[in-house]
């Protein structure tokens, strides 16, 4: 069998200035402070560069005072500075259209994931010998809708609770709604009670 000879054929980010102009475009796409190992994931995910290169370059981007360092969710993130921006504008064409089009796509899914973990959170926790809780939590944006710790018994219980929230958590918040909202008829009795 011949094996296709085109099959491995990619372009590899090797020079220092293309693989600069793309951390600044990665950072200044994703449009917030982006953190170390998430500029990192951008970079690695979207891109055919060295890690070795990346890591020296991205000390060196911080070094030209192209990006800088910012605290923000308790971490250091990195976020463009007025060089880094002029920087881009200027030379972003030389950005090739397949690498922006890759990390676009990329820091897209990233936090579309992201936002789902965010959303939904579901994890068994252990309440004693072979006894487990599932705590549960969802939010709609920043405000939280459900915060609760239900005792599932055992851990296969947790495990098949959890597997059911997951599949629907908004079916789930909504039957829990309809428990705890009393019906008009419901309202009648108490009045008269």
Same mark, same amino acid.
């Given at each position: 069998?011949?094996?296709?000879?085109?099959?491995?054929?990619? %372009?590899?980010?090797?020079?220092?200035?293309?693989?600069?102009?793309?951390?600044?475009?990665?950072?200044? %796409?994703?449009?917030?402070?982006?953190?170390?190992?998430?500029?990192?994931?951008?970079?690695?995910?979207? @891109?055919?560069?060295?890690?070795?290169?990346?890591?020296?370059?991205? @000390?060196? &981007?911080?070094?030209?005072?192209?990006?800088?360092?910012?605290?923000?969710?308790?971490?250091?993130?990195?976020?463009?500075?007025? &060089?880094?921006?002029?920087?881009?504008?200027?030379?972003?064409? !030389?950005?090739? +259209?397949?690498?922006?089009? +890759?990390?676009?796509?990329?820091?897209?899914? %990233?936090?579309?994931?992201?936002?789902?973990?965010?959303?939904?959170?579901?994890?068994?926790?252990?309440?004693?010998?072979?006894?487990?809780?599932?705590?549960?939590?969802? !939010?709609?944006?920043?405000?939280?809708?459900?915060?609760?710790?239900?005792?599932?018994? +055992?851990?296969?219980?947790?495990?098949?609770?959890?597997?059911?929230?997951?599949?629907?958590?908004?079916?789930?918040?909504? !039957?829990?709604?309809?428990?705890?909202?009393? @019906?008009?008829?419901?309202?009648?009795?108490?009045?008269?009670?």
């Amino acid at each position: 069998m011949k094996k296709n000879i085109w099959e491995n054929v990619y %372009y590899r980010l090797n020079d220092p200035a293309e693989i600069q102009l793309a951390i600044l475009y990665a950072i200044r %796409y994703a449009d917030l402070p982006v953190s170390d190992i998430e500029l990192k994931h951008f970079m690695l995910q979207a @891109t055919s560069v060295d890690f070795i290169d990346l890591c020296s370059i991205i @000390t060196k &981007t911080l070094d030209d005072n192209h990006m800088k360092t910012v605290w923000r969710d308790e971490m250091e993130k990195y976020m463009l500075t007025p &060089t880094g921006a002029e920087l881009l504008e200027m030379f972003e064409d !030389k950005i090739m +259209s397949s690498v922006r089009t +890759s990390l676009r796509n990329t820091i897209d899914e %990233y936090y579309v994931r992201e936002q789902e973990k965010a959303r939904v959170r579901c994890d068994i926790t252990p309440a004693g010998r072979g006894k487990d809780h599932l705590d549960i939590e969802l !939010k709609e944006g920043k405000m939280e809708l459900l915060t609760m710790s239900v005792f599932a018994g +055992s851990r296969e219980t947790a495990m098949s609770m959890r597997r059911h929230f997951k599949a629907d958590p908004l079916g789930a918040y909504a !039957k829990l709604l309809e428990l705890l909202t009393p @019906t008009e008829e419901q309202k009648e009795e108490e009045e008269n009670a």
